[in-house]
């Protein structure tokens, strides 16, 4: 008997151990949650895809008719979505009946991805709290910056991965090398995903200077070179102007100040609000954005000064840069409505993780038990943004829901004519939607 109870208690130990330090639990239990949320928000979406504007029209419709490898490279906007492009390349493939759900799904992982990659154990040589990353990553899923478009859109599924590359600019590149060059083809693949990913390219370009091993800078060389092959060949760079400013002076004088501004009036009340509270202060005169940028610049930089000890200060530095880059990038381009969600949702998820970390490290600095002050902060923090997302759920819901079913019914008379006509060929068909981008495919005629 004695000796069972060794037994028993030595297992008790080792669970209480692995539990303790063990990362696998906690990051499946992270994926676990965050996929909770992402079905909460979308799932009529999962249920019945609706493939809505550019899924429907530009890109299912679009590969199903240019089936050939040159069409990966098709442009957008003057830029080449490398990501889309392969998910519609792919998506067309499979059964018809199956392209809606993959053109869905596959999007909504890539959002899974990127709000749970930070939590990796890779990233404790960024931010050493393992608490602080899972509570970061739960706070990136859950604050209402968003809507659907972000979660399950394939089209607009270059705005994760523009954030995604962000974050691995963050970390040293793998010092081995199969490791390595995985690395690579993952970055490359995000870098050719966005027009905006040379954003990254000055971290990136110190990663040359900060990573220490030859394989590691091998890597970032090889990085520093795809992105500047992907300013030549991948983007088709428009000429920025301001306010009609004509020359540089002019030019920044004018770029600054609306770069600011749109950081005050848009991006951190989106961070630390919501999408709709922020909308709802836009409509009239109010002070509070004003107030919410000056405690968040206060925070961080208290944080910053009082030399951190959970992160490098560079973290802070490289965050806020790309807040403000970001911002800049947008009030100085010919977009026509900058206030559309889109063009500030990295921000937001840039300038939450900035405030998370500003938060968390000065809580560990009170007197008394910083982790217990930590441990009330975060959970404070989470139930707060717990209540912004089940207020908001609706903006992530599709007020056109029944074009599922149309979709569905699309997909289905398309396989019935590739069975008939005994592949995807020699036919036409039109799948009608409302209030939405209806679309037709004319796939090739068949070769017998």
């Known amino acids: ?31 676990l949650v965050v996929s909770g949320v992402l079905v ?46 392969l998910l519609g390349f792919a998506a067309v493939r499979l059964p018809a009946t199956w392209s809606p759900y993959f053109l869905t799904l596959l999007p909504a992982g890539l959002s899974l991805l990127s709000f749970t990659w930070f939590a990796r154990s890779e990233f404790s040589s960024v931010v050493s709290s393992r608490g602080v990353r899972l509570c970061a990553c739960l706070l990136l899923a859950l604050m209402p910056i968003g809507s659907y478009w972000f979660i399950c859109h394939t089209d607009y599924a270059i705005w994760n991965a523009l954030f995604l590359l962000l974050l691995v ?29 040379f954003v990254a390219l000055p971290v990136q370009l110190l990663r040359v200077v900060w990573d220490r091993g030859w ?36 030019f920044w004088l004018e770029t600054l100040p609306a770069g600011a501004r749109y950081v005050l009036e848009i991006v951190v009340p989106r961070s630390l609000l919501g999408v709709n509270t922020a909308a709802s202060l836009a409509e009239q005169p109010s002070a509070l954005p004003t107030v919410l940028t000056l405690a968040t610049l206060g925070v ?93 759920l609706e903006n992530y819901r599709d007020e056109r829901a029944d074009n599922g079913e149309r979709i569905a019914e699309c997909m289905s008379e398309i396989a019935e004519l590739e069975r008939a006509h005994g592949g995807p060929c020699g036919f036409e068909h039109r799948c009608s939607k409302r209030k939405d981008w209806s679309f037709t495919v004319t796939p090739p005629e068949c070769d017998w």
């Open 300 to 392: 961080v930089t208290l944080a910053v000064v009082l030399r951190p000890r959970q992160t490098a200060r560079r973290t802070y530095a490289l965050l806020a840069y790309f807040v403000m880059v970001l911002s800049l990038a947008v009030v100085s381009s010919e977009v026509p409505d900058q206030n559309a969600t889109r063009y500030a949702y990295v921000q937001s998820l840039c300038c939450i993780l900035l405030v998370c970390l500003a938060v968390a490290e000065l809580g560990s600095r009170m007197p008394g038990r910083g982790r217990v002050v930590q441990a009330v902060l975060g959970a404070g923090t989470l139930v707060y943004a717990s209540a912004l997302c089940l207020r908001d």
């Open 215 to 250: 394989v590691q800078r091998i890597s970032a060389v090889a990085v520093v070179a795809m992105q500047a092959l992907h300013v030549v060949l991948g983007v088709s760079f428009r000429r920025a102007r301001v306010h009609g400013a004509e020359d540089a002076s002019d």
């Open 40 to 85: 909460a928000r979308c799932w009529p979406m999962f249920l019945h895809p609706t493939l809505p504007a550019e899924d429907g029209k530009r890109i299912f419709a679009y590969f199903y008719s240019n089936r050939e490898l040159e069409y990966l490279v098709r442009e957008k906007a003057g830029y080449i979505p490398l990501l889309p492009n």
């Open 169 to 197: 600019s963050l970390l040293p590149g793998s010092g081995r090398p199969l490791q390595a060059l995985l690395g690579f083809a993952g970055r490359s693949l995000l870098i050719w995903s966005h027009p905006l990913s």
């Open 1 to 31: 008997m004695e000796r069972i109870v060794g037994k028993l208690s030595g297992w008790q130990r080792r669970a209480r151990a692995w539990v303790a330090t063990s990362d696998a639990w906690q990051i499946a239990a992270l994926v």
